[in-house]
């Protein structure tokens, strides 16, 4: 079975700074996804990046960036110039690739807050 | 820009009455899904639904839930006899696309069972 772990509960970064969310997870599939979701305060859980795990290039949106190791089974996400807005919780999670419509597996998550 | 909303955002109810939670997924969305976190927990998938059908369930999602789409519009799950384990915030998903579709959340339906 596929296990997604975030190991960091909360985590706190000041205003315009860089903070790094770390994931691994868990599979014997070589084809799948990996996806960081934000859930702020009452609000629903957005995306804010994807990335295949064919594609070695690791995935940029804007000021968020991932690092993808595969052999490691690691996905970690950077968040660059960090503002008040990006406090929230954020989700790593893994879906398998295949013609089916297969659901997500989510980590735990991580409290993330950010310091004026 | 389309969002999914859900209803109730809360509701409390005793334990073994029924339940019925209500999604309207994003309109030219194809796959629909509900997801379940029970406080301090993760985020655990219950079922996914495609074509009038169930496509896939967890082993969370026995007989005493059900799911429909009664109108081409709402998605709804039911909780035939709620427990108190059932109490959980539950989160209603729609995509277009089903194998590398972004998933659209809704803000989330808390349920507390008594």
């Known amino acids: 079975a596929q296990t997604v772990t975030q190991s960091q509960p909360e985590m706190s970064v000041q205003e315009a700074e860089t903070v790094t969310l770390s994931c691994t997870y868990d599979t014997s599939e070589s084809d799948y996804y990996l996806f960081w979701y934000k859930q702020p305060p009452s609000r629903q859980m957005i995306l804010v990046i994807r990335q295949e795990a064919y594609k070695q290039q690791n995935a940029t949106e804007n000021r968020f960036s991932v690092n993808f190791q595969k052999a490691a089974k690691s996905f970690s996400l950077k968040i660059s110039d960090s503002q008040l807005g990006d406090a929230a919780m954020y989700f790593c999670?893994?879906?398998?690739?295949?013609?089916?419509?297969?659901?997500?597996?989510f980590g735990k998550g991580t409290r993330l807050s950010v310091i004026a | 820009e389309p969002e999914v909303t859900q209803t109730p955002s809360h509701q409390v109810t005793q334990m073994g009455q029924e339940v019925i939670l209500r999604c309207v997924p994003i309109?030219?969305?194809?796959?629909f899904y509900w997801y379940r976190q029970i406080l301090g927990q993760k985020v655990e998938f219950l079922v996914s639904f495609y074509n009038n059908e169930i496509s896939e369930k967890s082993e969370i999602f026995d007989d005493q839930f059900s799911v429909e789409r009664p109108d081409g519009s709402n998605f709804t799950l039911k909780i035939r006899s709620t427990k108190l384990e059932d109490s959980a915030m539950y989160f209603c998903?729609?995509?277009?696309?089903?194998?590398?579709?972004?998933?659209?959340f809704g803000e989330g339906s808390r349920l507390t069972v008594l």
């Open positions: 998903a729609s995509s277009f696309r089903g194998r590398d579709g972004e998933l659209f």
């Open positions: 309109s030219n969305h194809l796959y």
């Open positions: 999670a893994y879906r398998i690739w295949n013609s089916g419509n297969t659901p997500l597996v």
